[in-house]
């Protein structure tokens, strides 16, 4: 079967209806895997129990046993989400030898619900990137055009989907880390209010921002895996009980009612011209559908990306102090515990890592704690006041998700700083800590480009309903690189 | 905001990396001008704004001090993740040099 443009919506309909299997879908998607994967670098493994789980749900299926709403459906997973069994090592060489002692809470509820792990996806080292092309693993390359990078840290995930290579990815964000890559392949990447989804299993890297999340062809697919994966979970204390999720509602085709705000401060003088076009193509789209739209203001954006990369710092300086080489992963042997610790984690991580670590170690050491850590824990304040007031006049915000199209692979590489500024747009609604998602709004040089819509936290309704109405109306996600 | 060599070398031993001369001069340069572009946070005046930490409504989440039993699989999962061990047991260097046990 051609799963080249499959659904997940599609998937369900061809098992469910249609009479098919789930071992004809999941082989479907592992062949393609085999035949492209090799000019992608997007998958770093396969399961090789998939097939014997995708046979176990259609034998259930076949005795007309009760089956959850994802049973049979093949999912790629991002290597920073652990899997029990499976070597995640976040692309790092630091945990080279790791295999996961057990499932994220978000795995386990997959699972749970019948779908079918088929393999593992590239991404920058430990989250750390804008490209995957920080990847232990080498860098995974755009379907649109391999010469691009396919952005990051969730490239993997975001260019096997827009290769079909499953309906769906889950990727993580803390940043825009499922969002950029998602803009950037012509895929949905939905990032949900930080707590809806437990973080239990995923290895962390700035905890207070970091959220779980999936990358799929359409807004209707992502409401369906949020609604399997979402809930309060005893195992991450940062997890809020959340009310149940109504997807009929949904179908609402109108936007009547709904007030969207246009930030002033993401469509400055000098931004990309076509991708400024595109977006603004998107507001008359809405606006048809029914939706009210009026310019806001939110003044301290200039400010995000500075405080958002010192709590960053800071945080994963002190996260990733855990890869000691004793208890897992990667073991470098010293004169001394000292000396193991040094060589360890010196061979073991990789240079943006580092980089980061040691930015970290910086701003929290003596002296310098007030200056950097206290003042951006500060300045977070008042970018989440800016959302607050948004929130008051407007339902939801529309920018753009990332200030570029694809670059090509090498050319922010040895260029820390303006890497971290592709993160410009998305890097606010992980600071606010509102749900936002990238949904494809047209293409700039042949290459995807993504409209961003955030939310009030735990309003992902509305941005369901905005972007079920949006892709009603248009159908840039139903083209497909020719790969 | 030019890092000195001894600073960088400094913080790659709170952090716990070795790095080579070469890396040093490279990360030199990087750290500095990143540390430049994050002070653009000091134009902004913070004298009455609090710090967020956490912008849910959450404080304090606790559960009973009981040991839960840990499933047997997942345990066995972690042993062997061990670089060293000795049995069940995490073999390591001694923390305090001069230290044997």
Not at chain 1, 246 to 269: N, R, V
Not at chain 2, 52 to 61: K, S
Request: overall charge negative; charged content about 25%.
């Amino acid at each position: 079967m051609d799963v080249s443009a499959l659904t997940i919506k599609q998937a369900k309909d061809f098992l469910e209806t249609k009479g098919g299997s789930s071992e004809a879908l999941v082989s479907a998607c592992l062949k393609r895997i085999e035949d492209q994967n090799e000019n992608l670098n997007a998958v770093l493994d396969v399961s090789t129990t998939a097939l014997e789980e995708a046979r176990a749900i259609d034998q259930k299926r076949a005795k007309g046993e009760s089956l959850g709403v994802l049973a049979g459906i093949p999912i790629l997973v991002k290597d920073n989400i652990l899997v029990q069994g499976w070597e995640n090592k976040a692309c790092s060489q630091i945990l080279e030898g790791h295999r996961s002692a057990y499932n994220a809470t978000a795995i386990q509820r997959l699972k749970d619900a019948g779908a079918i792990l088929i393999g593992r996806t590239n991404m920058d080292e430990f989250g750390m990137g804008s490209s995957t092309e920080n990847s232990h693993f080498g860098p995974t390359k755009n379907p649109w055009d391999t010469k691009k990078i396919p952005g990051g840290s969730s490239g993997g995930s975001a260019a096997a989907v827009a290769a079909g290579f499953a309906p769906v990815a889950l990727g993580s964000d803390t940043g825009g880390s499922i969002r950029q890559p998602s803009s950037m392949c012509g895929t949905v990447g939905f990032k949900p209010t930080y707590g809806r989804v437990s973080r239990y299993g995923l290895m962390a890297l700035t905890s207070s921002f970091d959220t779980i999340g999936p990358i799929t062809r359409t807004v209707e697919d992502a409401a369906l895996v949020m609604q399997v994966m979402e809930g309060k979970d005893p195992k991450d204390g940062t997890s809020v009980e959340i009310p149940e999720t109504t997807i009929p509602q949904l179908m609402d085709p109108s936007l009547e009612g709904l007030t969207i705000g246009i930030p002033k401060e993401y469509f400055l003088d000098g931004m990309d011209e076509e991708i400024r076009r595109l977006v603004m193509n998107s507001v008359s789209v809405l606006e048809a559908a029914g939706a009210k739209t009026v310019e806001i203001s939110m003044p301290h954006t200039t400010y995000a990306l500075a405080t958002y990369y010192v709590l960053l710092f800071c945080e994963a300086s002190s996260n990733l102090g855990r890869y000691d080489g004793l208890r897992f992963g990667y073991h470098s042997s010293g004169k001394n515990l000292f000396d193991t610790y040094l060589q360890t984690r010196g061979e073991g991580f990789g240079p943006e890592v580092k980089r980061r670590i040691m930015l970290g170690s910086y701003g929290l050491s003596a002296g310098y704690y007030d200056a950097y850590y206290r003042k951006a824990l500060k300045v977070r304040t008042l970018i989440k006041r800016d959302f607050d007031e948004a929130f008051k006049h407007v339902d939801a915000i529309v920018t753009p998700t990332s200030p570029s199209i694809a670059w090509n692979l090498g050319e922010k590489f040895a260029d820390p700083l303006t890497m971290y500024l592709s993160d410009i747009y998305t890097i606010t609604a992980n600071l606010a800590t509102v749900p936002a998602v990238s949904i494809p709004c047209g293409f700039s040089q042949d290459l995807p480009v993504g409209m961003q819509l955030m939310g009030r936290p735990f309003d992902e309704h509305t941005l369901y309903r905005i972007g079920m109405a949006y892709q009603n109306a248009t159908d840039w996600h139903t083209r497909t690189p020719n790969t | 905001m030019a890092l000195s060599l001894e600073e960088v070398q400094k913080i790659a031993k709170l952090s716990r990396l070795s790095l080579t001369e070469e890396e040093t001069e490279t990360y030199k340069e990087q750290l500095g001008s990143i540390l430049e572009y994050v002070q653009k946070l000091q134009e902004v005046n913070t004298d009455t704004v609090p710090e967020l930490q956490n912008a849910l409504d959450i404080t304090n989440v606790f559960r009973e001090d009981v040991v839960e039993a840990c499933d047997p699989t997942v345990r066995q999962n972690a042993l062997n993740n061990f670089s060293n061990r000795k049995d069940d047991l995490l073999e390591v260097p001694a923390v305090f040099e001069g230290r044997t046990e």
